[in-house]
């Protein structure tokens, strides 16, 4: 079985992101995988255990010498150290900004095949494959490399993270190319909604469209959310009139969703934002207007106001629970 | 300072966007082939600094023969010159190839400062400024909600999961913008004479001394998902409330 380098990405405090679990699922369909982790001394303990936490059985530390601040380029060179430590068949890492670009410069260094936002992988005679959801979930495309590795980048939330406690076999890489580029100036933090679903892996999505008038209106959306579970979706006429934050945005130019409930209320359901949530299993849509095109693609469709209607759905759910 | 801006033609996203079956290519001929929106952004944040400066902004595009009236509307807004590589070898590029020919027509031209747009509309890989950064060894800073550029450096602001982070990096870089960034100003009558008589250089893939990539990647299988269709559409008369509900329930979702 070949070896296949798994990338864990950190967040600017240096803790690994939580989708390292979906990286290791993923990559044990492929092979034998290693984890790699850029860290700072003092977190090396920390990171070790969550990515055993989360089943990697190997892992490769590189250890960061600057601040740490801004991780990429440490991660890149911690990627082409270990690249060249296990001489995998397949490198994968999350298709998230930042770590899809440490992917895709390890490619240009190794000069090694590049497939992003894959859905899932498997193997064919040995080499890897991926496949993608394309064009809003349109069309499926595998694709691999002609020759060598293939580095592929994984979309957020494709599979469960597979989470299996084991005991490490934990190693160091030396000699690490100096790293630090950019800098960071500032940082400000942004209110993020920690109760409820993350919307990318989320079951249930509430989205709210233009539709819903102003930023109380859009609590609507919230209020549903809330009363099913669900996390909170938007268009992107709601993110640019300021209803909802920007890391909401549903569609072509925002996440794309598959979740087996999708709640549209007030949105038009433009081609854009059916590109973002068209492949989601079952959808309900409420708009004013009985030409919406969101109508078109709806299981449930209703024509009528949301400002009635989703009142009463919350109210009824509430009642029947 | 030159500021050199990417921009692509794509399929317009408002028509229905194909892949051509038997190559697993998009369908460049329908819908109609349009600059990408944030191509268009892309531009405008060059042409905001130019504005209060003596930088030249010069668009750059890999792309068909087609690919000609979009530089010409660029050149309207107000960009100074456009560079078109156009070569039959690079039919079907993939990334790793469009990031190769980039960077070389990049090295050829000269820059202070590249800025791209953070996903086209089509290919949506969001990693080719960075390949581009990484062939020609300079800073990227992508993912740009808001940007400042100087003479020195530039700096920006991504949103990474609950943070906001300003970021800095020191000339020559390349950076992407987001849809955050402003769009683009309309072309007036005045630009679109001027266009004429701009500069439009074409380049095969021998003028810029490109050397394509040895490895690629290859697409073996494509499928079309099914068409999905409406099912119940009901208008409200005041149970609507209650009969989603209730489909909510036979559907086991409540
Ligand atoms: C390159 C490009 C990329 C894009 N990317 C995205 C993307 O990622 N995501 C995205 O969403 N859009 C995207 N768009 C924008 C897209 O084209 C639409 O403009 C946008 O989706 C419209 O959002 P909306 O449906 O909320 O607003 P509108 O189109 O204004 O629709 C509002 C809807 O609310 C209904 N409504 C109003 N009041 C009520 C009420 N009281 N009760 C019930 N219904 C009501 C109206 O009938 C209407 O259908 C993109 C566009 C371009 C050109």
Excluded: C
């Amino acid at each position: 079985m070949g070896t296949v380098l798994v990338l864990a990405s950190t967040d600017r405090k240096g803790r690994i992101r939580e989708s390292v679990g979906t990286l290791l699922s993923m990559a044990r369909r492929l092979g034998d995988p290693v984890t790699v982790v850029a860290a700072r001394a003092d977190e090396v303990d920390d990171a070790v255990e969550t990515v055993t936490a989360a089943g990697a059985s190997k892992v490769l530390i590189a250890e960061i010498t600057g601040t740490g601040e801004w991780r990429e380029n440490a991660e890149l060179e911690a990627a082409t150290a270990a690249y060249a430590a296990v001489n995998p068949i397949a490198v994968l890492a999350i298709n998230a900004v930042g770590a899809r670009e440490v992917a895709a410069r390890l490619a240009v260094r190794i000069g090694a095949a590049l497939a992003t936002d894959a859905v899932a992988v498997r193997t064919v005679d040995g080499a890897p494959l991926a496949e993608h959801s394309v064009l809003g979930g349109s069309f499926t495309v595998e694709s691999r490399a002609d020759a060598g590795p293939l580095v592929v980048t994984i979309r957020e939330g494709a599979a469960a993270a597979a989470g299996d406690a084991t005991t490490p076999e934990v190693s160091r890489l030396d000699n690490l190319a100096d790293a630090e580029a950019v800098t960071v100036e500032s940082v400000e933090e942004i209110e993020a909604n920690e109760e409820r679903p993350d919307l990318r892996t989320a079951q249930r999505v509430v989205s709210g469209g233009r539709g819903l008038g102003s930023a109380e209106g859009f609590e609507l959306a919230g209020r549903l959310a809330d009363a099913l579970g669900a996390a909170v979706g938007a268009s992107r006429a709601a993110v640019d009139a300021g209803y909802a934050s920007q890391s909401l945005q549903v569609g072509q130019t925002g996440v794309t969703v598959a979740p087996q409930l999708y709640v549209a209320l007030g949105i038009s359901g433009a081609i854009q934002h059916r590109a973002g949530m068209q492949t989601s299993k079952v959808i309900v849509a409420i708009n004013k207007d009985s030409k919406a095109p969101i109508l078109e693609i709806a299981d449930f469709g209703i024509v009528g106001d949301v400002f009635t209607i989703v009142p009463q759905l919350i109210d009824e759910l509430d009642r029947r629970r | 300072m030159r500021i050199l801006v990417l921009i692509k033609q794509v399929p317009d996203t408002w028509g229905d966007r194909r892949l051509d079956p038997a190559s697993g290519r998009i369908d460049r001929h329908e819908p109609e082939p349009v600059i990408d929106e944030i191509g268009e952004r892309a531009v405008e944040v060059a042409l905001r600094y130019r504005d209060g400066s003596e930088a030249e902004v010069v668009v750059l595009t890999m792309g068909p023969e087609s690919a000609t009236d979009m530089l010409r509307r660029v050149l309207a807004m107000g960009v100074d010159r456009a560079i078109h590589v156009v070569d039959p070898a690079l039919e079907g590029a993939d990334m790793m190839t469009t990031a190769t020919v980039l960077a070389a027509a990049i090295r050829h031209a000269g820059f202070d400062v590249v800025v791209a747009g953070n996903e086209s509309s089509d290919g949506r890989g969001g990693v080719l400024p960075a390949m581009v950064a990484e062939h020609l060894g300079v800073h990227h800073l992508t993912g740009l909600d808001e940007v400042v550029i100087d003479e020195e450096s530039v700096r920006g602001v991504r949103v990474v999961g609950s943070e906001r982070v300003t970021v800095r990096a020191a000339l020559p870089a390349i950076i992407s913008v987001t849809e955050r960034s402003p769009e683009a100003r309309i072309a007036g009558f005045r630009g679109i004479m001027q266009a004429k008589k701009k500069p439009l250089e074409r380049f095969s893939l021998a003028d810029i001394s490109a050397e394509l990539p040895a490895r690629r990647s290859i697409v073996t299988t494509v499928e079309q998902a099914p068409i999905r269709t409406a099912g119940t559409t009901i208008v409200d008369s005041g149970d609507a409330a209650v009969q989603l509900a209730d489909f909510l329930t036979s559907q086991r979702l409540v």
